[in-house]
Nanobody, 116 residues
Framework: QVQLVESGGGLVQPGGSLRLSCAAS????????MGWLRQAPGKERELVAG???????DYVDSVKGRFTISRDNAKNTMYLQMNSLKPEDTAVYYC??????????WGQGTQVTVSS
């Protein structure tokens, strides 16, 4: 079992920055891939960024060049640095991990609001 706790969301003006964190506990050594997904009101949940155990990353086109995903395996924590935020980035952001057995786990979600 893996438990995930997210932090770092909030209200920011367009062009601003936020850093989300996702701390894993329980059996973090079993974690394989990690990622951030988001869901805006009235829209489907979408994968924003993913990172493998070895550090390979992938991003949805809309955030490339603005968001950076990273992980600290020693601290069992994943981060999402979000720069040049736009109103369309407003959503609830969820941390998601998959363990080596293929089991997926979700965080509780953190609200990011980009507005002037």
């Amino acid at each position: 079992q893996v438990q995930l706790v997210e932090s770092g969301g909030g209200l920011v003006q367009p062009g601003g920055s936020l850093r989300l964190s996702c701390a894993a506990s329980g059996s973090p050594s079993s974690i394989n891939a990690m990622g951030w997904l988001r869901q805006a009101p009235g829209k489907e949940r979408e994968l924003v960024a993913g990172i493998s155990r070895g550090g390979s990353t992938d991003y949805v086109d809309s955030v490339k060049g603005r968001f950076t995903i990273s992980r600290d395996n020693a601290k069992n924590t994943m981060y999402l640095q979000m720069n040049s935020l736009k109103p369309e980035d407003t959503a609830v952001y969820y941390c998601n991990v998959e363990d080596v057995y293929g089991q997926a786990y979700w965080g509780q979600g953190t609200q990011v609001t980009v507005s002037s």
